[in-house]
């Protein structure tokens, strides 16, 4: 069965193409990450999903239902957890959760085993004011909120955004245990390196969908030479330098190296010797696997 399905998605803001032409499927249970930068169009899709706002074209359903005319029972099917904190700050972390249980007309009892693992490491903190968690405490609480109604389709946006890098990996481990429950969820993210936490990922940049597939087969399919390359000296300068060399067609930044394609392989002996003639010291020069990052970057200027 097809939990979330988009159909040729279409969404303008006055001049501004928030959405074209969007196409992706979410199967029964997988998890499925839409990955991009900001401004990439991953809250509107989200917010079309999720019955909040209209599509100018094209159709969308979650759990085959219309999201224009089915709006009321999708609203009571799914979990969403936007991607800003959108719970009551000044409710504890024990009044929160009760809140949106009663709202779904059931209670935090009915479904405790399904939030269990996830609000077992906040409940210490149940008698807090929700405006005074950490980040990733927040998150976990808005999860929790988002699951208490026991949901058929879960929506995270961006739900790691600014969390330190311990709690998002905490918070991708309990997305796996719940997809292991069968909950299908759709996140998006713009960390390139969440995406092999996914069964499968779409690519989206400027509201277009680059590709969707698994990650393995995404970077399978880099068609490019790789190379990562550092040296002790100005790194603008080393960038504008390796975008001489003939060969090298893409120079970006990447932690503390660069990496540099080029369409067939290069003699890295004569790439060495032409940065040291250029003033370039202590020259690292790596071949290098491609990651989803890479790959994104690859097919921005396809």
Known sequence: MIAIKAENIGKRFGDVTALEDINLQVAEGELFGLIGPDGAGKTTLFR????????????????????????????????????????YQ?????????????????????????????????????????????????????LSCALVHEPKVLFLDEPTTGVDAVSRREFWDMLQKLQEKGIPILVSTPYMDEADRCNRVA????GRILTVDPP??????????????????????????LRKFEGIDQVYPFGEFLHATAKTPVDKQVLNQF????????????????????????????
Not at 55 to 75: C, H, M, Q
Not at 203 to 206: A, G, R, W, Y
Not at 216 to 235: M, Q
């Open 48 to 87: 079309i999903l999720t019955t909040l706002i209209l599509p100018d074209s094209g159709t969308a359903e979650v759990n085959g239902l219309d999201a224009v005319r089915d709006y009321k029972k999708i609203r009571r099917q799914i979990g969403y957890m936007p991607g800003r904190f959108s719970l």
């Open 90 to 142: 000044d409710l504890t972390v024990e009044e929160n959760l009760r809140f949106f249980a009663t709202i779904f007309g059931v209670t935090v009892d009915q479904n405790y085993d399904l939030i269990k693992d996830i609000y077992q490491q906040i409940e210490p903190f149940r008698k807090r004011k929700a405006g005074q968690l950490s980040g990733g405490m927040k998150q976990k609480l808005a």
């Open 203 to 206: 690519l989206i940049q400027q």
């Open 216 to 241: 393995g087969v995404i970077t399978k399919g880099f068609d490019k030479a790789l190379y990562a390359i550092r040296a002790h000296s100005n790194t603008y300068q080393l960038i504008q330098d």
């Open 275 to 302: 940065l040291a003639d250029r003033g370039h010291e202590q020259i690292i020069i790596e071949e290098t696997g491609a990651d989803i990052e890479d790959c994104f970057i690859g097919m921005m200027v396809k």
